[in-house]
Nanobody, 113 residues
Framework: QVQFVESGGGLVQPGGSLTLSCASSGRFSLYTMGWYRQAPGKQRELVAH???????NYVDSVKGRFTISRDNAKNTVYLQMNSLKPEDTAVYYC????????WGQGTQVTVSS
């Protein structure tokens, strides 16, 4: 069964940067992949996605600051996060946008001084 494993989170000061990685245990080149986040007390939201062809889209709150990319040879999708804000604090997950599978454990991102 395909699984996703997220990594790269941590504690960072406002204005800092982090790069998240999501490794798939199976081939994912045909799927639109997304990065999601869930802050305490809030619903999980899709913040960025990338199609199999490499087209990207972002929620307004992260446009210009986050960049999603994928390496199909490594079955890995990335999220480069710059100019981080306290409101970006959340657990970040990856999954297919369509035909979702079970969620991984996610990776915690905390933006705080």
């Amino acid at each position: 069964q395909v699984q996703f494993v997220e990594s790269g989170g941590g504690l960072v000061q406002p204005g800092g940067s982090l790069t998240l990685s999501c490794a798939s245990s199976g081939r994912f080149s045909l799927y639109t992949m997304g990065w999601y986040r869930q802050a305490p007390g809030k619903q999980r939201e899709l913040v960025a996605h990338i199609t199999s062809g490499g087209s990207t889209n972002y929620v307004d709150s992260v446009k210009g600051r986050f960049t999603i990319s994928r390496d199909n040879a490594k079955n890995t999708v990335y999220l480069q996060m710059n100019s981080l804000k306290p409101e970006d604090t959340a657990v970040y997950y990856c999954n297919r946008v369509y035909q979702k599978i079970s969620w991984g454990q996610g990776t915690q991102v905390t933006v705080s001084s």
